[in-house]
């Protein structure tokens, strides 16, 4: 059997039974009889309460608005990041340099294929930076800062890389005037570390490198080359200091380093990097 409802309900009857007439129902009384007999008061209540919802304009029910309204969990606003837009200031000292890379007709190669790059020069020394070709830096010598802009900001891609190269290039021009730090932590019973000029487990890479040795539980020596651009040295025997010009490169050393023992949960050991903490557990009771 088929329930047909005329027109909008405006008003919800105390009596439901008021319904039980031939302008709501099939025109065959005795189906309407059957079906009024089937339906409970509440299944009914229900019926009305939604065609009212859908039906009738919030300008006619403002009390049905609450109905309607949908609250998100967040009351923070929905704002996107504009960091790529933000300028960078240049501190005295640091110049910046635009160089033309040169292009090749390689069947395969990208199409934001990088074009111009910047070389960024400092008292710590001198790092390049390759820009992607949809992305625009302007450089203000009178007042010491760069400004990046992408073609069309509507592209996620572009729109992503954006505020990439910015915090790229900013490492950069803070990497050459100041310099990166990395401060790692060794907590564990006979946790030690130095820094050796010579190693018996690997093989230098370059003239004059340097070893990080760490004693961290294991029955042979770790030894780690130290890669070039990058200072280590032990103040303590659990502190290994890491300084460089370059940000990735400094530290992606500590996350090496780090791999060798992570912080657990139970006991607290491991390497920690850079104020680094973890949560203490509970532990296991059998």
């Known amino acids: 059997m088929e329930l047909t409802v005329f027109g909008s309900i405006t008003a919800l009857p105390e009596n439901p039974s008021a319904f039980h007439t031939k302008s709501f ?8 009889t059957t079906m009024s007999n089937l339906i409970q ?8 309460r939604s065609s ?22 967040s009351t923070t606003p929905r ?29 395969g190669q990208a199409k934001d294929q990088p074009k111009v790059a910047i070389e960024v020069n400092g008292p710590l020394g001198r790092l390049t930076l390759s820009i992607p070709s949809f992305v625009d830096v302007e450089h203000d010598e ?5 400004t990046l802009s992408v073609q069309d900001s509507s592209i ?3 729109r992503a890389m954006w505020g990439t190269t910015r915090a790229n290039l900013q490492n950069y021009i803070l ?27 690997v093989e230098p890479e370059y003239p004059g490198q340097q070893f990080v040795s760490l004693k961290v539980g294991y029955s042979h020596p770790i030894e780690l080359g130290i890669p070039k651009g ?30 060798w023992r992570k912080p657990e949960p139970y006991k607290g050991k491991g390497i920690f990097v850079n104020g680094e903490t973890v949560r203490l557990k509970a532990k296991k009771i059998r």
């Open 175 to 201: 990497g050459v005037s100041e310099g990166h730090i990395c401060i790692l932590s060794l907590v564990g019973v006979g946790y030690r570390a130095s820094v050796e000029s010579t190693a018996t487990t």
């Open 25 to 32: 129902y099939n025109k065959d009384t005795t189906t309407s």
């Open 142 to 146: 009178s007042i010491r800062k760069a």
């Open 156 to 158: 996620a891609h572009q």
């Open 52 to 73: 009212l919802m859908r039906r009738t304009p919030l300008s006619l029910a403002p009390e049905l608005s609450r109905y309607q309204q949908t609250h998100s969990f």
């Open 230 to 259: 990058v200072t280590a040295s032990t103040p303590q025997p659990t502190r290994i200091l890491l300084q460089g010009t370059d940000k990735q490169t400094v530290t992606q050393f500590a996350a090496e380093i780090r791999e």
């Open 79 to 107: 704002a996107q990041s504009r960091v790529g837009g933000a300028a960078i200031s240049i501190p005295p000292g640091v110049t910046l340099k635009f160089v033309d890379l040169p292009q090749s007709n390689v069947r």
């Open 41 to 48: 008061q509440g299944c009914f209540r229900q019926l009305v």
